[in-house]
């Protein structure tokens, strides 16, 4: 079964308290040696991002003015892993460098649709 782990840290850390490059890459490695790996992309600075919401008349408004005050949490990348159940994702969750210092990895799981 596959299960999205999306990797979700503090906005307020600096980024010297997080884990290292090494550690991501150590992970990186022994997902991909486990052959669980399915996909998996770290994110971009929360200020290079935009939204947009459609109103019920169709119109679009864009925002581009994040990060925003009321966010004490930001998504800073995902793995998905197919793996055969929840304890073993969870289990992978608490290997992610992600979930250490502060950090917090949701595991959801990806809905399968028969394709």
């Known amino acids: 079964m596959k299960y999205m782990l999306l990797i979700h840290a503090e906005s307020t850390v600096d980024v010297t308290d997080g884990p290292t490059m090494e550690e991501w890459m150590v992970y990186d490695k022994e997902v991909q ?27 679009r408004t864009v925002t581009t003015d994040g990060p925003f005050a009321e966010t004490r949490e930001v998504l800073g990348g995902f793995y998905v892993i197919d793996v055969p159940n929840l304890d073993v994702a969870l289990d992978w ?13 949701v595991i959801r799981p990806v809905a399968d649709y028969g394709n």
């Open 33 to 59: 040696d486990a052959g669980i790996f399915v996909s998996g992309e770290g994110l971009a600075d929360l200020t290079t991002a935009t939204s947009i919401q459609v109103g019920p008349d169709g119109e």
């Open 93 to 105: 969750a608490a290997r992610c460098p992600g979930s250490h210092n502060g950090g917090r990895i």
